[in-house]
């Protein structure tokens, strides 16, 4: 990993697209896996010293690594930079009747699909039966979402994973590592965490032994 990304950073041999509408975390993963790097170290070598674990990646070390400007990362990502106002062009299309032909508006919900989706654009234009130009606008960081953004469901197979690590006596940090490098879905830390502690509680014990991790 040190070999790959020494200072200065270098785009990594295997370039990866960000796709529009997806968040940050699922394009790192993306694009570890693409240059045979384990998501977890990539993440850490992102985010700013002391590189602590949880702590947002650095816009302009993804932009080195990817071989992608700044400007790019944040007009396709939908969590890469910081939120910008609405055109009033946009903001007409929030009323466009195939947003509302439902009885109600399906932005929240193609935006959440579209977050984590390995689907191309057409093939996401065709699921919601909208026009493919439609979907680029409502993907654009900038177009509004007219409810909160929708929460991460979990598997069965993640909460099952969570559930064994604590058995086995693993840290929440371990645990977080494991899903972010071999499953697909990329749960908070503070998730893994708060299940930890009701595990914990459940069985009458209270030990979160992430202080004691040498690594953290």
């Known amino acids: 990993m040190t070999d790959h990304l020494s200072s200065p950073l270098a785009p990594l041999p295997v370039n990866v697209r960000p796709r529009l509408g997806e968040t940050t975390d699922h394009y790192i993963q993306r694009l570890a896996r693409a240059n045979h790097l384990r998501p977890s170290d990539l993440l850490q070598h992102l985010t700013p010293p002391p590189h602590k674990t949880g702590r947002r990646p650095q816009l ?30 946009i903001l007409r299309l929030q009323h466009h009747s195939a947003l509302n032909d ?20 057409k093939q996401i234009a065709d699921t919601w039966k909208i026009p493919l130009w439609l979907l680029r606008r409502v993907l ?13 469901s979990m598997s069965e197979d993640t909460y099952r994973t969570i559930w064994e690590h604590y058995m086995q006596g693993a840290t929440p940090t371990q645990t977080w590592h494991n899903l972010l490098d071999d499953h697909v879905d990329w749960i908070p830390l503070t998730t893994v965490t708060k299940l930890f502690l009701r595990f914990s509680e459940e069985n009458g014990t209270a030990e979160l ?5 040498p690594r953290y």
């Open 60 to 89: 302009n070390r993804l932009a080195a690594l990817s071989g992608r400007s700044t400007d790019v990362l944040a007009n396709t990502l939908t969590n890469a930079g910081p939120t910008a106002e609405p055109t009033p062009s």
């Open 102 to 121: 439902t009885g109600h508006n399906v932005t929240s919900l193609i935006k959440h699909n579209a977050r984590r989706s390995n689907n191309s654009l």
């Open 140 to 152: 654009d960081p900038r177009f509004p979402d007219p409810k909160p953004p929708l929460r991460a």
């Open 209 to 213: 032994d992430d202080a004691n991790d």
